[in-house]
């Protein structure tokens, strides 16, 4: 899943940064509300993890915007400000959660699958889809109870298809997921991993949807 984190402290951002990253998020980060309005234009992230004391513009504006625009992008809120009064306005503002700095890593990324599971519908932790099960929290993959090494890549790849069973994704969405910002994409990167993981998984999971992109079939 591709988060954008917007926070102003450089060695915090930093370390957030790196500790997502080994959680299996893509990550995104900038400094300021006006950087990250403007990366919401366009960016196409799936978790935003905002700060509220930013420059330019304040996380809760950013905020009452972003839903006014009628976004359902599931926002975190990460603030020092623990006043009731803050976690209250910030909720109602459309938040999904909350946490007061400081905080602990593990528990910031666990909230964060919560946060996807709940948008996703589902109430287990693990994603099953016929034989497969997959942990996002391990980053673990099994078929028939036996375990599948996959890569980093394949891993951003299945899981977002999982989670959008019945919908295609297009390849310049799945590009978005393997690749941050100023990193150059290799043109067939997407379709090799697909070929990879069809090898692993059988040729028949991922389908291919001509001109759209690729898709998993929600499982009846």
Known sequence: ???????????????????????????????????AEQSLSFAGHDLLVLDLGLPRKDGLSLLRELRLRGST????????RDAVE?????????????????????ELAARLRAIARRRAGRSSPLIRYGALEFDPAARSLSLDGEVVSLHAKEIAILEALLESQGRA???ERLEQLLYGWGEGVESNTVEVHVHHLRKKLGKDL????????YMIPKER
């Open 1 to 35: 899943m591709r988060v954008l984190l917007v926070e102003d402290d450089e060695l915090l951002g930093s370390a957030l940064q790196a500790g997502l990253v080994q959680a299996g998020y893509d990550v995104d980060w900038v400094r300021d509300g006006i950087a």
């Open 73 to 80: 992008l599931p926002v975190l809120i990460l603030t020092a």
């Open 86 to 106: 803050e976690r209250v306005r910030g909720l109602d503002l459309g938040a999904d959660d909350y946490m007061i700095k400081p905080f602990d890593l593990e």
């Open 169 to 171: 994704l297009s390849r």
């Open 206 to 213: 991922i389908r291919t949807i001509r001109g759209v992109g």
